[in-house]
């Protein structure tokens, strides 16, 4: 028989206490069996604030955190050059990690990431939370289903604020964001496409474009091949308004159209019929489901959650698109298997 899941409240501490890292705070509130435990952030006012709001303890180093808060994981939402040391110093400490996506900022820290949690025997998940959205999760098991036949093409386009200004300035260093909109935005679409497509990406012809006295790219267009023949494409512009957030995944019979904005649709016939209207309270509901199967995978139990492998094989995808934008041809990109 299976080892009985221990008892007591999981305790875990956030590495980064912006935006997505509040998000998971949110998202744990009133949870069954864990807790947010502490919170950490080299900007002490913005954990500060956070930290009181959820009544834990603040820290300004996340080694001091490992030795004196008595957790049992992380997550870490830390600008993505410090996804890769952060995690291999958690393992070090015994403890269980979720690491923000994109994983890491190249193949070989991601691969890096992977070892030293497996070497330390604690759970690695990466938190590709679109994965958990019920919008989604609907549209990947309609696909899976065969209702409406085998998806043929899949086209993905998003718009992202990418102005000085519009967000922290480590997002325009690129030696700590590890790019501009691809990586960080492109990430969410490049998974997307992996997920309805039940396959990993093969091969990429892509081009960036940045603004003026900028680092990073702020604007980009891909083709994509997955491993399994079906083909897509990615668009990603910083210069669209109002916002938008769709994929549409054109199958034998039928497209779906599943907009951030909007919800899931199916197209037929000439006709639109939405299946699932998108609410506000989807994305917490996702990050409270990326954490409950988190914490009962790190646990011994069954949650679901996105391993590193996977996790890799996006950043992998994200990576060529540069490649080929720099070599101005089209780049294979290292196999990786499919998520579970």
Not at 85 to 113: F, I, N, Q, W, Y
Not at 150 to 171: A, D, M
Not at 286 to 299: S, Y
Request: glycine letters at 10%; a negative charge.
């Amino acid at each position: 028989m299976p080892p009985e899941p221990p008892t007591g409240r999981f305790r875990i501490g956030v590495l980064g206490a912006g935006g997505v890292g509040a998000a998971h705070v949110h998202a744990a509130a009133g949870a069954q069996g864990y807790e947010i435990a502490a919170i950490c952030d080299t900007h002490r006012p913005t954990a500060q604030t956070l930290a009181e709001a959820a009544a834990v303890p603040v820290y300004g180093d996340h080694r001091t955190m490992f030795a004196e808060a008595a957790l049992d994981a992380v997550v870490i939402a830390a600008p993505h050059a410090l996804h890769a040391p952060m995690t291999v110093e958690a393992a070090r400490a015994g403890l269980h990690v979720l690491v923000e996506k994109p994983m890491a900022t190249t193949s070989e820290d991601c691969a890096l990431m992977e070892r030293a949690c497996a070497e330390a025997g604690t759970l690695l998940a990466v938190a590709h939370v679109i994965h958990f959205h019920p919008v989604v999760r609907e549209a990947r098991s309609l696909i899976a289903s065969g209702r409406y036949g085998e998806p043929l093409l899949i086209t993905h386009r998003r718009s992202s604020h990418y102005e000085p200004g519009s967000r922290p300035p480590w997002f325009f260093d690129r030696a700590v964001a590890g790019g501009g909109i691809v990586l960080n935005v492109g990430t969410h679409g490049l998974d997307r496409i992996q997920l309805f497509a039940d396959s990993t990406v093969r091969r990429v012809s892509g081009v960036v474009r940045g603004r003026p006295g900028l680092e990073v790219e702020t604007d980009a267009l891909a083709l994509v091949e997955l491993d399994n023949g079906i083909n897509a494409s990615v668009a990603l512009t910083s210069r669209g308004m109002p916002y938008f957030d769709e994929t549409e995944v054109v199958l034998d019979e039928a497209t779906l159209r599943i907009s951030a904005t909007e919800g899931l649709f199916v197209l037929r016939d000439g006709q639109a019929t939405c299946l699932l209207k998108a609410e506000p309270g989807h994305q917490r509901q996702a990050f409270k489901d990326q954490l409950d199967g988190f914490v009962a995978a790190a646990r011994g139990g069954s949650g679901a959650y996105v391993d590193g492998a996977y996790g890799r094989s996006v950043v992998a995808a994200a990576l060529a698109v540069y490649a080929s934008a720099e070599l101005g041809q089209r780049v294979d990109v290292p196999a990786a298997r499919v998520a579970p």
